[in-house]
């Protein structure tokens, strides 16, 4: 992708997160380019097109992050791990993360779909994990697996809305780790 595309995707990145997807014109593009709209055109397609960029490098970022996470190990650390990468993501990409979360929606056709697919692949490597605990005994023994991980990514993802820069996103992490799971071990007998 040549760099003036780049920057292109970015700019569409950042009014999409904005004012969204139907609130961003090719005029407020062009403006942010400092170009005229016409230009854009030698850039992209349509609008389309861009929406798909963004919501793509969003859908790829959040994997890379997960495959971070160690494959060995306790499964609350790794939990924890997944947490940590999520938010990390929507705190370093917030625009991207926006888009991800809320903008996907006005995706079309082929690429509705394709992009559904990777985000139900994506939730269900979080289920794994809850999945996994459960059936090691480190989490509950009734645990609601995609419950479980439709919770604790409505909380992570809901981050885009009121995360402030220079966050901890790894205490924050950590802190829905403790809050999320604590419910989901069951109670200790003293």
């Known amino acids: 992708m040549s760099a003036r595309r780049t920057e292109l995707t970015r ?3 950042r009014l999409f997160a904005e004012k969204g997807y139907h609130g961003t014109s090719i005029g407020d593009l062009a403006e942010a380019m400092g170009v005229q709209k016409g230009s854009l055109y030698a850039h992209i397609e349509s609008k389309a ?3 798909w960029e963004v919501a793509r490098e969003g859908a790829t970022a959040f994997h890379a992050a997960l495959d971070a996470v ?3 190990g306790p499964v609350v650390g790794r939990i924890r791990a997944a947490l940590r990468a999520h938010l990390r ?3 370093e990409q917030l625009d991207v993360a926006t888009v991800f979360v809320r903008e996907w929606r006005y995706l079309e056709g082929e690429r509705r ?3 559904v697919a990777e985000r139900r692949r994506y939730e269900e490597r979080f289920r794994a994990l809850f999945r996994e605990g459960r ?3 480190e989490l509950r023994t009734d645990l609601d697996d995609a419950t479980a991980a439709l919770l604790a990514l409505s909380a992570a993802n809901w ?10 996103t790894d205490e924050l992490a950590d802190r829905f780790t403790t809050l999320l799971l604590d419910g989901m071990r069951g109670y200790a007998s003293r």
């Open 11 to 13: 700019a569409a990145a």
């Open 113 to 115: 779909d394709e992009f």
């Open 89 to 91: 993501v929507v705190a």
């Open 159 to 168: 981050a885009y809305t009121w995360l402030r820069p220079g966050t901890d």
């Open 70 to 72: 160690p494959e060995e």
């Open 49 to 51: 097109d861009l929406l």
């Open 135 to 137: 059936e090691l005994g």
